[in-house]
């Protein structure tokens, strides 16, 4: 640990302590890693569980088991999993992590790989996964098993090696779920107890099956899941993500594979037939009509539409014990924080660890000193207080956990940390002298701008080479290098850029920012894009949360939004549907808000923040055609007006900016009070 972070973890206020967990952390790896009371497992590919509908779901189910490999008759916790990915790919991952002599070898090389900087960071961050127990979350996990579990893992209906239409997370598929939990309780295997775990798709399937409260699922380990798909991925500020058409086009590809392991015997009783049938019914889920929207917009997904309130998890309705985990960078970055806010229970019972990584790299540096358990070490001590009753402290742990950008790991009562106030800083055109690269080298400022001026900004394809860009593709771009990660120099190149002055002690922002700009367009349509950054003193610009909006969608729905005290608004919430939207005249300034990512960062001395403002950036963000239609040929304009002035709200300790409610001598003489909410 570096000796900030040892330093500011020392002095911090409100109960925040180590993430490592200690001598309990210690005896929940021993329980998984050491010796195990079933020194096998048994596993039972070619299961089949009948829907109430009568389709057909395949299943693998693993067993405790003795030396001989025949499983324990004795009844067990069962842990469920349930995802699209077709079971072949958990079958590959299981074979590689566990083959005698390569799974441990592939597992040593993944735990070894470089963690100091140079030009394989990235890469190394993805493949140390291999080796710090994700995989045993999201797919057949024998430490568990050889615990004194049993697991199952079903493919979702119309994937995998499972009859049926893929619904995409359709109430149809939530109640598999609960049917499938009620099927397990009915086995001889279980106990009556019933856990749900997964990664990305499987921790939103979790979500959504506890919501609905099954009598058996008394506990969840979830994760990197959402709980408001538009605003996460599919329609952010209004515009469809890159991510959507790439990952269908994944899984409708994946399900077309059979299962190896239940080819053969799948062809004689006819469910192989059965499966193609159902394939060809819909070979394609939900591609075709997507395009569509994207070319029209005469599709209800480009817009948010009740399609999509069925299918995000209503947090606030689980009761079963929650474990989640995120990332500041995930695709869905926006929930990390915001679905253990809705967890109606008590924390504790309620957990969140957060990290600054990726869709694709949780946990790869846990299990060190000063960091958290691995991901199956708390997965297993999870499921033991909450399905056993065993009291390990795993209750005590946390309930917030997170690695704070810039800093290090902490554990605390709360996000956003207790001792941080909302704190105003105003964009205006003065130059930082720090960003001679960008567009427009401007100041981050607690007064407004001194006169009105229009900055021009047009889009341009720097964001493919980004932190965007790692963001919208699950992280992999990490591992081309420090500019999909840790150096935003090249993006900047097409921003419009405003700097704070540095900061002379360690300045702590925590929680939700929002940032109000004054933009106007000659065309019809605006499209923005921001980061926050943190600016070294050696230049090096490292973003920390970003956001997007079209103009059009501006309005903002205040039932949703979140305000500080005073009325400030730190969290902008749009509707992003049809009906909604709003004309965009030309040539005539409009406000926007632009929320963005919620984050948890620690600006070292001599540190700034800057604000970048972009016109595009592709491919975090696309614009249907008919949006680009209307922006055709566009000059873009953010318009610093010290009667409507732009800003950025945000949660910190310290005097960064100023009170977002100032009084009239703080404001400039020709900015009036009432123009600042």
């Known amino acids: 640990m570096h000796g900030l972070e040892r330093a500011h973890r020392a002095s911090e206020p409100g109960g925040y302590r180590d993430a490592d967990g200690g001598h309990r952390a210690a005896a929940w790896h021993e329980a998984v890693y050491g010796r195990k009371p079933y020194p096998r497992v048994h596993i039972s590919r070619n299961v089949t569980v009948t829907m109430s509908d009568g389709v057909r779901l395949r299943a693998t189910v693993v067993r405790p088991a003795n030396r001989v490999g025949q499983p324990s008759k004795a009844p067990f916790p069962a842990i469920l999993n349930v ?139 979830a994760v990197e899941g959402t709980e408001d798909v538009v605003r996460d991925i599919y329609i952010t500020g209004g515009m469809p993500s890159a991510f959507i058409p790439m990952w269908l086009a994944l899984v409708n590809l994946a399900k077309w594979v059979p299962n190896p392991a239940t080819l053969l015997g799948d062809l004689f009783t006819g469910d192989e037939y059965r499966w193609l049938r159902d394939r060809l019914k819909s070979p394609a889920t939900e591609m075709p009509s997507l395009f569509w929207g994207f070319l029209t917009a005469n599709d209800h997904r480009i817009f948010d539409h009740p399609y999509f309130n069925e299918r995000s998890p209503r947090i606030e309705d689980i009761t079963a014990a929650t474990f989640t985990v995120g990332a500041w960078h995930d695709l869905f970055g926006r929930s990390a924080t915001r679905v ?66 810039g800093g290090g790991w902490s554990c605390g009562p709360s996000f956003p940390r207790p001792g941080v106030r909302p704190q105003r800083l105003f964009l205006t055109e003065d130059p930082s002298e720090t960003a001679p690269h960008t567009r427009h ?53 097409g921003a419009l850029s405003f700097t704070s002055e540095p900061v002379t002690q360690a300045t702590q922002i925590s929680g939700q920012m929002n940032l109000r700009l004054n933009v106007s367009t000659t065309a019809h349509e605006g499209i923005w894009a921001v980061t926050v950054n943190d600016v070294a003193p050696d230049g090096t610009s490292t973003v920390l949360t970003n956001g997007a909006l079209t103009a059009s ?125």
């Open 83 to 221: 995802n699209p990915y077709n079971r072949t790919l958990i079958d590959g991952f299981d074979h590689l992590l566990h083959a005698p002599v390569i799974g441990r070898t592939v597992q040593t090389a993944a735990r070894t790989m470089t963690r100091g900087p140079g030009p394989l960071t990235g890469a190394a961050r993805l493949t140390r996964t291999f080796g710090v127990g994700l995989f045993d979350v999201f797919g057949i996990n024998r430490n568990l098993v050889q615990s004194g579990y049993v697991q199952v893992l079903v493919d979702v209906r119309g994937t995998g090696a499972s009859h049926g239409k893929w619904g995409i997370l359709s109430r149809r598929e939530q109640q598999d779920s609960v049917e499938i939990i009620e099927w397990m309780t009915r086995q001889s295997w279980c106990d009556g107890s019933v856990g749900m775990a997964g990664w990305s798709y499987s921790a939103i399937n979790s979500l959504q099956a506890a919501a609905l409260r099954p009598e058996a699922l008394k506990a969840v380990f």
């Open 340 to 405: 253990y806010d809705q967890l109606q229970m008590e924390p504790g019972r309620k957990q969140s660890l957060i990290a600054d990584g990726y869709h694709l790299d949780p946990g790869c540096d846990h299990g060190r000193e000063h960091r958290p358990p691995q991901l199956d070490v708390l997965e297993r001590a999870w499921f033991d207080r909450w399905l056993k009753g065993i009291r390990n402290g795993i209750e005590e742990y946390g309930p917030v956990t997170m690695e704070q950008q």
């Open 441 to 493: 080298d401007g100041s981050l400022s607690v007064v407004p701008a001194h006169r009105r001026r229009s900055l021009r900004i047009s889009p341009d394809l720097r964001g493919a080479v980004s932190r965007d860009a790692s963001q919208v593709f699950a992280g992999l771009p990490i591992a081309l290098g420090k500019h999909f990660s840790s150096d935003a120099s090249y993006q900047e190149k």
């Open 553 to 677: 969608n501006r309005a903002l729905d205040t039932t949703r939004s979140t305000y500080a005290e005073g009325g400030t608004l730190v969290d902008a919430v749009h509707f992003l549907s049809r009906e909604r939207r709003l004309p965009v005249p030309a040539d005539e300034p409009v406000r926007i808000d632009v929320d963005l990512v919620p984050t948890d960062a620690v600006l070292a001395p001599g540190h700034r923040l800057r604000v970048d403002v972009y016109a595009a950036s592709l491919p975090r963000y696309l614009t249907i055609v008919p949006d680009l239609i209307k922006a055709r040929g566009r000059r873009q304009q953010l318009v610093l007006d010290p009667n409507k002035p732009s800003y950025l709200t945000f949660l910190a300790d310290g005097e960064l900016g100023t009170d977002p409610v100032p009084t009239r001598s703080q404001l400039h003489p020709m900015a009036p009070l009432a123009v600042v909410e």
